[in-house]
């Protein structure tokens, strides 16, 4: 029962590395940061597009949102059309597992402000302006705009790194002077002129542009092509941002990233769903949905049979229960009391688990975003895999592992 | 109609659940749990919307 631990390195210049050909994180295996000479020499010159031509090539590779909710960046261009939109870079990645989106603005930037001033251009916005809660990222960002002649339209922000601040809407509210928090009603980014989308999907649709669709379509699945970033940590030996073609099965990363003997994974972030370490698994949006799970913020933990997986359970409900933004009721006391099960469950309680999924029923669906649900769905998922060990707990006063902590909260750079 | 409530407004305390005891009961915690959100327009769920002191309730046509 050795592995290799490796925790999710805290400097987010972490490793990168791919499987298959590199695309998004093509160079960084040669260079620290692409300057604009290193991106011209990697990437090639960024071919003209018109908004036609743009929303040609979305609708043929169907690319998605790579923040979380998973929605096609056609569909955010067709509602501003004729609008001047503000282009926002979300690159706040409040997920506190993840660092591609940092990586991506701190090692190549210019494919981020390709891809965000590509779509500036063909809606005829003024501005592009880059949200990042990191001073690294935010002079990154600077140092490239100002070494390409378009940089000028180039604002920089730095906004606060909370869970739920980093939420689309919240962050829009944020950009114009208000707070950092999801409005009550339901609105969205483009109902504000504004067309806002994570680092990640700037950076590929910058890929998307130079490759056109049929090239774009070598690598993927059929109905998903293309490549995705995950972050993978925990019981890894070689954590990361990693590249791999949409579709690949989990236990091709699983062997990549040098996981010893993984039996549980979490996957999509703490908005995401515990899975068995099942090989089979396609990772890709159709894939983790069949597996009852969700892509989501690209992110991919592995959990082995050093640590306690009840009490990293334990450990992340207490920090999503402390990310509330306590704005809206079941939200505000639902999560607070799901942490408080899940703890009990720890320690013993008979009957824990059963409160738990009570609770976690009684906060779906019920605030201004989706923390609850997220929040909800990720523990439901644990608590429907982790039966022998509330067993363990509840007969046996525990499993006798350690907590190591595999699962990273806070502490984020 | 479609009942929605703003839960950033909400303060859980309870009139909307009192005005229609068959359609909103209340969680453990005091706040409104709808029983289906599709509703007739009729005059006592207008009444509800526009008694809730926190201005969380709205009716949408759809
Ligand atoms: S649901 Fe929770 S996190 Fe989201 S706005 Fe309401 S209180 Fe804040
Ligand atoms: S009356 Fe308004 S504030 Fe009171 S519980 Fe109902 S919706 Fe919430």
């Known amino acids: ?413 | 109609m479609t009942l929605e409530i703003d839960w950033t407004r909400c303060d859980g305390h309870g009139l909307c659940a009192a005005l229609l005891p068959d359609r909103i009961s209340r969680d453990e915690w005091g706040f409104p749990v709808l029983h289906g959100t599709k509703l007739p327009p009729d005059t006592a769920v207008r009444r509800a919307v526009a008694a809730c002191p926190a201005l969380a309730l709205r009716l949408t046509r759809t």
Request: net charge positive; glycine share 14%; aromatic share 2%.
């Open chain 1, 1 to 413: 029962m050795t592995t290799t631990m490796g925790r999710l390195a805290a400097d987010p210049a972490s490793a990168t590395w791919t499987i298959g050909a590199a695309r998004v994180l093509a160079g960084l295996d040669r260079n620290a940061v692409l300057d604009a000479r290193t991106h011209l020499d990697t990437h090639g010159p960024l071919p003209a597009a018109d908004l036609g031509r743009l929303l040609g090539l979305l609708d043929a590779s169907g690319l998605t949102g790579r923040g979380g909710a998973g929605f096609p960046l056609a569909a955010k261009l067709r509602a501003l059309r004729g609008q001047r939109p503000t282009v926002v870079v979300n690159g706040s990645e409040s997920e506190p597992a993840s660092v591609k989106d940092r990586v991506l603005l701190r090692r190549t930037p210019h494919l981020v402000l390709d891809g965000a001033l590509a779509v500036a251009v063909a809606l005829r916005g003024r501005r592009v302006t880059v949200a990042v809660h990191d001073a690294a990222a935010a002079a990154a960002v600077r140092t490239a705009a100002a070494q390409r002649p378009d940089g000028n339209r180039v604002r920089v922000e730095l906004v606060s790194g909370g869970f739920v601040a980093g939420e689309a809407r919240a962050l829009v509210r944020a950009l114009d002077g208000g707070p950092a928090l999801p409005p009550g009603r339901r609105e969205h980014a483009t109902d504000h002129g504004v067309l806002l989308a994570n680092a990640e999907t700037f950076a590929q649709l910058a890929v998307l542009i130079r490759l056109g669709r049929h090239r774009f379509a070598d690598t993927g699945t059929r109905t998903e092509p293309g490549t995705t970033l995950l972050t993978v940590g925990g019981a890894v030996g070689r954590p990361g941002v990693v590249e791999l073609p949409l579709g690949t099965p989990l236990g091709i990363v699983l062997a990549a990233a040098q996981a010893g003997q993984p039996r549980l994974v979490v996957a999509g972030g703490y908005h995401g769903s515990w899975h068995p370490a099942v090989p089979a698994i396609e990772l890709s949006r159709s894939g983790l949905a069949a597996a009852g799970g969700t892509l989501g913020a690209g992110v991919l933990l592995v959990l082995d049979d050093s640590t306690c997986a009840l009490g990293e359970l334990a450990r992340v409900t207490a920090w999503l229960a402390a990310e509330s933004a306590g704005q809206c009721g079941p939200c505000r006391f639902g999560l607070p009391a799901l942490a408080r099960d899940v703890q009990a469950l720890c320690q013993g309680h008979p009957g824990a688990a059963e409160i738990a999924l009570r609770h976690a029923r009684a906060v779906d669906g019920r605030g201004a975003c989706r923390h609850p649900d997220g929040t909800a769905r990720f523990v439901t998922s644990a608590l429907h895999l982790l039966q022998d060990e509330t067993y363990l707990h509840l007969h046996h006063g525990g499993c006798g592992r350690p907590v190591l902590g595999l699962l990273p909260i806070g502490g984020r750079p």
